[in-house]
């Protein structure tokens, strides 16, 4: 559907106009459609009457009753409530997928038949619409059917094999990073089908998985093994493929990183770290030389660093212009200038918990900005609205509610 | 512009017709456009003559002279070089320019406007452009002028504070997960700008950032300690927010990875271990005990664990319908079944290779198939191809050749 015009002295957000049928939980895709919510869709999200999905009650706060999860995943979105298995609930959620551009779900393969909300159903109602779907493990392969999350996927795309130390255990990046970037994937699927419908009127269906993206996430290191036949070792404080103080160090405070230092930064470097003499060693002298006697160079370094303070190490590096930072804890990111000048931290005015931070939205448009479009919904908080949209009556709507239809 | 209609008989890709004028290097920057490539864009690299692009020399192979890193990331690219030094290299540039849907670069603060890259000299060129940039720390803020990188943006984002142990030192992820969100992150931006435009003509810029993209893919943790101010230790074997049994194990042969086990599958998780009394001892009974008394709980799962193999334990574990996995090294990973079925891992024809299998794309679309365009280009390979294309004689190619131009 083409995009009204620009709200006056106001600029319009990139998908202004799109509307979503959401039926999206946990973080896969309920991350995928904050995206699009961010970006200025619609998004109505379709959650079960009584406790709505799983998100809500995932790490919810005791004091407040509001879940840091939920708000992360779901602010901006609007709130439905539907019995999916009521013929009445389906009939609610027919109605709106005939109007909606996108119908998003990560439902557990085989859930999406019984609740009749399978491809084929739903393309009767909309035949232009795009279908996305986001599963665990994919749509072909013995485990299609299978469940699985982001710790089952950070394992089985080989990401633990290679993280940690080869003495201990193999281990997961700390954050749900499987399910974010399954979630990016899955957003990159659903904007690409859009555009490929506004330019030549298909719709489709559209799939992504936590082990998909996960493979694609090792895109380097998988090739490598693929060429060499080589199994990494675990990358421990730095990375296999990247041995040129590419690590993490102590410092007197902390700890900080180095992202290389190649063969012109060299003398520099050993300048800044008042190690002038390690520039003229001959263990050291060469790339090649660095790299071999690496285990030799890092020991002194690991004894270098630890004597003054982070801050004091950045500065010092400056002049070198050595790619470094420091290791920070979440109290100096959610702080750290940067951040807050790009609004990847935002404030939010949130009904229950009134001024907060919140994380914002990674991509900054010049002429289209998208920007948080409120707090999460509560559950079912947009039904009436939506419903009576639909040309449902009020005491229509209030004896659908009486009957835990919606 | 409008794209054809379909081949006879064959499906067209997801953006047929779309063309990239392509400046990216090493990761953040050119696996966003490989995603491009693999959609069906035509991309021109744009290289310096002589040696081309870092990501030609990080990790070249001695034996074959081919770098797995520049063939993860650029396959199905078409190389152009042209020294932007010159001010033949930049006509040939702005000629492109004009032709093309899109200008992407991740270049250091600064460089473009020194070479005349700069989005109002490209936007003269051509007004309806999407001017894409990548960025190690975003547009604005103290830092904006400073160059980073992967491991540098897992530092200062805080996913290294929370990855590794909490007597240990903190970790990256083991592979370089900062420029992959970056990068996809960064197409998302790139193809949302593209919709935009169909739908309302706009050109414009967009810009994403690894520290960005990497706060985003934190959402969830960084909003809960936004909330609670509670500094979250490292994550160790698990997530610190999941703390029912959402951990790597070690068994007799490797280690496995359970994802949750929530109250419903308690009983036939202990009886899936063989150890039906967890099931009734009140230490474990209820949620919040497993939670209270995790420590004790992972000492026993410690010692069960490691008394059978990991395929023993996933078929025991199957009907308590846990979700649960094996931890993959590369070689069980791109021999996965699973992965072959889904085109994570694909057979490529590879002009010095010959048959190899490289990582495939990770999205699926059922009318508009993405696939991987073909090998990585050799230096210039399309030069002479591009340059006739845009109306230069072959004489003046040759001589433009000679004189160091491309």
Chains 1, 2 share one sequence.
């Not at 298995?85 to 997928?97: F, H, R, S």
């Not at 779900?105 to 909300?117: A, R, W």
Request: charged share 20%.
């Amino acid at each position: 559907m083409p995009i009204d015009a620009r709200h006056k002295g106001e600029k319009m957000r990139p998908l202004e106009g799109i509307k979503i049928l959401d039926f999206t939980i946990a973080q896969q895709g309920a991350y995928a459609t904050l995206l699009l919510a961010d970006m200025g869709a619609e998004v109505i999200k379709v959650e079960p009457p009584g406790q709505g999905e799983l998100g809500r009650i995932l790490g919810k706060d005791r004091r407040t009753g509001i879940s840091a999860f939920f708000l992360a995943m779901n602010r901006g979105k609007k709130s439905l409530t539907a019995n999916l298995k009521t013929p009445k609930g389906q009939e609610i959620v027919y109605k709106l997928a005939s109007g909606c551009d996108v119908c998003v779900h990560n439902f557990q393969p085989g859930v999406t038949e019984k609740l009749g909300l399978d491809y084929e159903t739903i393309r009767s109602h909309n035949p232009r619409i795009i279908y996305a779907y986001a599963s665990a493990f994919g749509k072909a392969g013995p485990k299609r059917t299978m469940a699985g999350n982001d710790i089952v996927a950070q394992a089985m795309s080989g990401l633990m094999s290679v993280t940690g130390h080869d003495d201990g255990y193999p281990l997961p990046a700390g954050v749900t990073i499987a399910d974010h970037i399954g979630a990016v994937t899955f957003a990159l699927g659903i904007i690409t089908s859009l555009l490929v419908r506004e330019r030549s009127g298909l719709g489709q269906q559209v799939d992504v998985s936590l082990l998909g993206s996960m493979v694609a996430a090792q895109s380097w290191e998988l090739t490598y093994y693929l060429m060499t036949g080589e199994l990494p070792p675990r990358a421990g404080r730095g990375h296999q493929q990247l041995p040129l103080i590419w690590q993490v160090f102590r410092t007197a405070d902390g700890h900080l990183v180095l992202g290389g230092v190649d063969e012109g930064r060299w003398s520099g470097f050993c300048a800044a770290i008042g190690r002038e003499e390690l520039a003229h060693d001959p263990r050291f002298e060469t790339t090649r030389g660095r790299v071999k006697n690496r285990a030799e160079l890092f020991a002194i370094l690991d004894e270098v660093f630890p004597t003054r303070s982070t801050a004091e190490w950045l500065e010092a590096l400056e002049p070198a212009d050595a790619l470094c930072g420091p290791v920070y804890n979440y109290e100096q990111v959610v702080n750290e200038p940067q951040v807050i000048a790009n609004d990847y931290i935002v404030p939010l005015e949130h009904p229950q918990l009134g001024s907060i931070r919140v994380v914002g939205t990674p991509i900054a448009f010049s002429e289209t900005p998208a920007a948080i479009a409120g707090a999460e919904p509560s559950l079912g908080q947009h039904t009436q609205e939506i419903l009576l949209g639909l040309g449902y009556g009020a005491q229509e709507i209030v004896r659908m509610g009486e009957e835990g239809i919606v």
